[in-house]
């Protein structure tokens, strides 16, 4: 049976009428929140919290209270850029790859990868706007725009490209979720019972009727969204592997650059979906919605993915054995057996070994598993993307410049709070917003019998 066949019952799971999915979906948002969501709110303000110190201390005191130097000049800064860039990426595919497919599986999950992206995206900005050591300046040299000094930014930079790439990116998909949105916030305005929540949906819902009209022009607007989200899966993470791969640099300068970093972020971004829905299913009661079919498709896709990764990891060394570049091949020893060894096989580990797990039906369908699997994979690429980093740079061309890069405790508290930036923005998104995509479920649910509720 293919997944574009799945019978509703597989989709939502239990005897649901169209009332019922409103009422399940919008419990959140209509009643206090328990005890539980608080739990986990004040733990990602406290991670946050952490966060703000470390910001605050080296743009207070400057950049030299971190542990970048020369010539490790981008450090955990850059690593967190392209990891949390990557983690973005689930939310697009699953929303408009798997909408243009008619992959009916997506429903049930698209809403809260969408704002996974937009939140993680948000997060990812930080790191380069506060590595410039002056971010209050950073948009005004950055932005390209007619000024009186007739100066302009470098259009060849690599950089500069990710302005506008991830731009766009954040762009596109802010409006495409929030079309998305539309129909739900319109039933969530029907049930509020108190003035202010009511005039705030009101004004979110954007006149949303629900008639005919509505529904042509909303499916058109999201089929045409979903057209310009799909070409920026792959154009994104593509830019920002051109960070890298235009350089000169021995383990950087490579074309396989490309495809290999749209795959590990689909893969870490979907593990992050994993994880998160994981916690939504069990925090808010939402197992009829979140099945065990939709988390073991996401397993399939990760364990596809995590494949393609450990094939690009042994092309890079067989490319660099067979190019007889003495540093393309010093480099790559000495990210397996160099100083950051650790940090390669806890690579490799996470990445390659682990995630074969997926390949038995009962690791998938395991809840406990899964969960811990996801976590893995996403502690994995992000030593990836610090393995690309700091190996690359802390040993170059020349032996006398060479120097050992070691993160300060502003370095883990910068990364380690941008954890808290992230829960606490998706913790506050399903207290305020559906997370479930009511409308599109109700679109692969068995017909209620006339004497249902609608």
Not at 271 to 279: H, K, P, S
Request: proline share 5%; net charge positive.
């Amino acid at each position: 049976m293919t997944t574009s066949t799945l019978p509703a019952e597989v989709l939502v799971t239990g005897t649901k009428t169209y009332a019922d999915v409103n009422n399940d979906v919008s419990k959140p948002l209509e009643s206090f929140p328990e005890t539980r969501w608080w739990i986990c709110f004040g733990t990602a303000l406290a991670v946050l919290a952490i966060w703000l110190f470390s910001v605050g201390s080296f743009v207070f005191y400057g950049q030299g209270m971190l542990g970048i130097n020369q010539p490790s000049g981008w450090g955990t800064d850059i690593t967190n850029f392209v990891f949390w860039v990557g983690i973005g990426h689930a939310g697009t595919l699953i929303s408009a790859i798997l909408f243009l497919f008619r992959q009916k599986w997506r429903t049930a999950i698209n809403r809260s990868a969408e704002a996974m992206t937009i939140f993680a995206v948000i997060t990812a900005l930080t790191f380069p706007l506060l590595h410039t050591g002056r971010p209050w300046y950073a948009a005004f040299w950055l932005l390209p725009y007619p000024n009186q000094r007739h100066l302009w930014v470098n259009f060849r930079s690599p950089l500069l490209w990710d302005v506008f790439a991830v731009g766009t990116y954040f762009t596109i998909s802010l409006v495409f979720w929030f079309v998305g949105l539309i129909p739900d916030l319109a039933s969530v305005r029907d049930r509020a019972t108190t003035g202010i929540r009511k005039n705030i949906y009101t004004i979110l819902s954007l006149g949303w009727r629900g008639s005919n009209r509505n529904w042509s022009h909303y499916e058109m607007a999201y089929l045409l969204l979903a057209g310009l989200s799909t070409p920026l899966v792959l154009s994104v993470h593509t830019i920002v592997s051109f960070d890298f791969a235009v350089s000169s640099e021995p383990g950087w300068h490579t074309t396989i650059f490309p495809p290999y970093f749209v795959a590990g972020a689909i893969f870490s971004g979907f593990a992050m979906v994993v994880t998160l829905l994981v916690i939504m299913r069990e925090m808010f009661n939402l197992k009829n919605y979140i099945t065990l079919e939709h988390l073991e498709k996401m397993n399939k896709v990760i364990m596809a993915t995590g494949m393609i990764v450990g094939y690009a990891y042994a092309s890079e060394f067989f490319m660099a054995w067979y190019s007889g570049n003495q540093f393309e091949r010093y480099v790559f020893v000495n990210r397996a057996f160099g100083p950051y060894w650790w940090a390669y096989w806890t690579m490799v580990s996470c990445n390659v070994l682990i995630p074969q797990l997926f390949w038995f039906r009962a690791c998938r369908r395991n809840v406990a598993i899964v969960f811990v699997i996801s976590l893995f994979v996403n502690i994995g690429m992000w030593f990836e993307r610090y393995v690309i980093v700091v190996t690359s740079l802390h040993r170059d061309f020349l032996p006398s410049s060479w120097s050992m890069y070691f993160p300060t405790w502003y370095d883990w508290g910068w990364t380690f709070g941008s954890m808290g930036l992230f829960f606490a923005l998706f913790l506050l998104f399903v207290r305020a917003l559906p997370t479930i995509a009511m409308a599109e479920v109700k679109g692969v649910m068995p017909q209620p019998s006339s004497g249902a509720h609608h």
